[in-house]
T-cell receptor
Framework: DAGVIQSPRHEVTEMGQEVTLRCKPISGHNSLFWYRQTMMRGLELLIYFNNNVPIDDSGMPEDRFSAKMPNASFSTLKIQPSEPRDSAVYFC????????????FGEGSWLTVV | DAKTTQPPSMDCAEGRAANLPCNHSTISGNEYVYWYRQIHSQGPQYIIHGLKNNETNEMASLIITEDRKSSTLILPHATLRDTAVYYCIVRPSSGNTGKLIFGQGTTLQVKP
């Protein structure tokens, strides 16, 4: 039974380049979350989708960040243009909708912007 | 704006029980307590959750005080593979989001 699948697992890019991170949630799940983890700030929620609709994007740091969920099985987090301070591990997570349903995390995308 | 307080680090001897405390004195009556852990370089892993009653599963036990202001996660026989950061999270139970807000967690070091 596949879990949350993220790609790429590792990416190194130059400042100013566009970065696209991808996520395939667990089949049947209809809530999707994007988190970012850094040493300084820990795990931060960036954005949350329910039934493909963004519900809470208050954690998105600035306009350079955007997230989409065109269908129930795919989501992207895009950074354009990227900056060195965007270097972090980005986690995607999914669950069934409902406050008692367990949220499952992917293994993360390790991004380094040089 | 995590609503929990945990010690930053703890040690435990291999084979002994690991008891990880969490303070959540401002918890609301219908908010759940969730525990996740994060092993180095991996995504957070769900462990257990509870509302009022104590809970047990194959990974751990969760003891919630009667006033619900604190809880303890118990790993009955810790192994070296249990070395990780453990997060205690109070999950909102109202509104249209089930998001998890992570604090700094407790780094548990299991020693041989």
């Amino acid at each position: 039974d596949a879990g949350v699948i993220q790609s790429p697992r590792h990416e190194v890019t130059e400042m100013g380049q566009e970065v696209t991170l991808r996520c395939k949630p667990i089949s049947g799940h209809n809530s999707l979350f994007w988190y970012r983890q850094t040493m300084m700030r820990g795990l931060e929620l960036l954005i949350y989708f329910n039934n493909n609709v963004p519900i809470d994007d208050s954690g998105m740091p600035e306009d350079r960040f955007s997230a989409k969920m065109p269908n129930a099985s795919f989501s992207t987090l895009k950074i354009q243009p990227s900056e060195p301070r965007d270097s972090a591990v980005y986690f995607c997570a999914s669950s069934f909708t409902g406050l008692r349903n367990t949220i499952y995390f992917g293994e993360g995308s390790w991004l380094t912007v040089v | 704006d995590a609503k929990t307080t945990q010690p930053p680090s703890m040690d435990c001897a291999e084979g002994r029980a690991a008891n990880l405390p969490c303070n959540h004195s401002t918890i609301s009556g219908n908010e759940y307590v969730y525990w996740y852990r994060q092993i180095h370089s991996q995504g957070p892993q769900y462990i257990i959750h509870g509302l009022k009653n104590n809970e047990t599963n194959e990974m751990a036990s969760l003891i919630i005080t009667e006033d619900r202001k604190s809880s303890t996660l118990i790993l009955p026989h810790a192994t070296l593979r249990d070395t990780a950061v453990y997060y205690c999270i109070v999950r909102p139970s109202s509104g249209n989001t089930g998001k998890l807000i992570f604090g700094q967690g407790t780094t548990l070091q299991v020693k041989p």
